[in-house]
């Protein structure tokens, strides 16, 4: 591998005045005001109007990070005020579009062409900024930041039953206190947040966040913030997201082995075996702590799994490698994951139609994957994918459904796709692709789905039944023992003696029809009746014909 030249700090020797040029990064670090108290520090400070553009844009995008440089702005000004250095403006502000584009090095590049002309040692913690600065001939110092764990002031709500913690502005601080299933919410204060105390609480977590091994920031938005800070995953929503500062902080209170859930070695070889597995349930029932328990399961046989997780906050060995969304496209996570080629892929959350769309390429191409998701009930989860597959490709891609619920599995559906007509049809050439759904614990068929016109279908085969069982002892059509509704490709066709009839749809005249001497009417499927009877139809309502 490349090892990279260490950068030559080039700077003054302690106590000795100089021209210094801070850049953007060793501003939110806090690092500058630091150093000048301990006087390894003096002389001209040159803060570049870049880099206080690009504070306050993101101060004013309610980003946490501009809100900190601008906290430690001010603390250099004060420290210029007693005489501990001389602090100044200097350079053109950036246009729009240059701190728009600031990842990719546009006000980098000012701030150097700043340290360049004043002939300033320039002070970072950015290793590209330096590097780059290094290559000019600009005497560079590197700030490496230390890392270590330190306590967050959210940190004392969290006792030892704590799940949650739920902080909101002029409100009581609450919490989930309990298990997955079994919690309720409490009290954890008796006094009221302020918002100057969340704000502090937020920057808190964000600069220490920068700062601390074990803990990154993974989404910062304007509005939003999301930390993952060691077990603990933060949440900081402001205005205009919500009403209110909110600061909603999680962290997993157990850490299961697959041993914990007692399966039978059916259900093992299942795992083993399955293909595409979705792990399913409502929020805090327990599926992400399954899915963890699901992972290590298989790292420890002997697979190489890797995870996509939006934040990346599963409590994984480090064998098993964390790939975040926020960091790269779906494209991105893709080309990653069929060019590293792992056995299990760990899909944590699916939300968004693209995450269902990078589980299905993922899944058509081979790779096994287990996707978590939320849904209320096991059938719920399946019909996620409605909409967003094709009906004869369902099957292909899911053919596991586990249902956690209160920390446990209540339940496991097996999926496969048969050629056949759906239950309760009679005639044979409506024969279609019928997705079977069963209880995988006694292989009884508890659901189907189908396309029925334009319509898919998804019924419940027990329901379904005694629906069809009170449409049999009434005939079907009420009064007469002759009549029989079914359906070919184009057409809903109805035999019934000759003559003129009212078609009644759950009691109600709906309209009249002729039968010719042949004893039938063929009503096409895309017709406005033949569309109302097709959706009567589909909704099993009972119709009769009078």
Not at 307 to 326: C, G
Request: hydrophobic letters at 40%.
């Amino acid at each position: 591998m490349k090892k990279y030249k260490k950068i030559r700090n080039n700077h003054s020797k302690l106590g000795q005045a100089k021209t210094f040029v801070l850049d953007t990064s060793v501003i939110i670090e806090r690092v500058a005001s630091k150093l000048i108290k301990q006087e390894k520090i003096s002389g001209k400070v040159i803060i570049p109007n870049a880099a206080l553009s690009e504070l306050e844009h993101q101060a004013n995008l309610n980003q946490e990070t501009g809100f900190i440089g601008l906290d430690e702005l001010s603390e250099l000004h004060e420290l210029a005020k007693h005489g501990k250095i001389e602090m100044e403006f200097q350079g053109s502000r950036p246009e729009a579009g240059q701190i728009k584009h600031a990842k990719f090095g546009e006000i980098d590049s000012i701030v150097r062409d700043l340290a360049l002309k004043n002939s300033a040692e320039l002070i970072t913690a950015d290793f590209v900024q330096a590097k780059s600065a290094e290559s000019l001939g600009i005497s560079v110092r590197f700030i490496k930041i230390k890392k270590l764990r330190k306590t967050l002031s959210l940190e004392k709500f969290f006792e030892k039953d704590v799940m949650s913690v739920h902080l909101k502005e002029d409100a009581l601080p609450y919490g989930k206190k309990g298990a997955p299933g079994n919690w309720h919410l409490a009290k954890l204060g008796a006094k009221e947040l302020s918002r100057d105390y969340l704000q502090r609480m937020a920057k808190e977590t964000v600069e220490k966040a920068r700062i601390t091994e074990n803990a990154f920031i993974e989404t910062s938005k304007p509005g939003l913030t999301i930390v993952q800070y060691g077990e603990f995953r933060i949440i900081i929503v402001k205005p205009p997201i919500s009403d209110g500062i909110e600061i909603t902080a999680v962290r997993p209170l157990k850490r299961f082995f697959i041993g914990h859930y007692n399966l039978d070695e059916k259900v093992t070889k299942r795992l083993e075996r399955a293909r595409g597995i979705i792990i399913a349930g409502e929020p805090g029932s327990g599926k992400s702590t399954f899915a963890q328990a699901l992972a290590e399961f298989y790292s420890d046989s002997g697979k190489i799994v890797k995870t996509v997780e939006s934040p990346r906050d599963l409590q994984l060995p480090a064998k098993i490698t964390q790939y975040s969304k926020n960091f790269a496209s779906s494209g991105d996570i893709h080309d990653i994951l069929f060019l590293s080629r792992p056995d299990y892929i760990i899909f944590d959350e699916m939300r968004t139609t693209p995450d269902f769309t990078l589980y299905t390429d993922l899944r058509l191409a081979g790779s096994e994957c287990i996707g978590v998701l939320h849904s209320a009930s096991p059938i719920d989860a399946i019909q996620r994918f409605i909409g967003r597959l094709e009906i004869g490709m369902i099957a292909s891609v899911v053919d596991t459904v586990i249902y956690i619920e209160a920390g446990k599995i209540a339940r496991i559906l097996s999926l496969s796709l048969r050629i056949r007509m759906p239950s309760g049809m009679r005639e044979a050439d409506l024969s279609r692709p019928v997705i079977e759904i069963k209880d995988f614990s006694d292989g009884k068929l508890l659901y189907e789905i189908y396309k029925f016109g334009d319509e898919t279908v998804v019924a419940e085969i027990e329901k379904r039944f005694a629906q069809d069982s009170e449409r049999e002892n009434k005939n079907n059509f009420g009064h007469s023992s002759k009549s029989e509704i079914y359906e070919d490709r184009k057409n809903i066709i109805i035999r019934a003696e000759e003559g003129s009839h009212t078609l009644l749809i759950d009691g109600r005249p709906f309209t009249s029809i002729s039968i010719s001497r042949n004893g039938e009417v063929r009503i096409n499927k895309r017709s406005k009746l033949g569309t109302k009877l097709l959706k009567a139809l589909i909704h099993r309502k009972n119709i009769e014909l009078q």
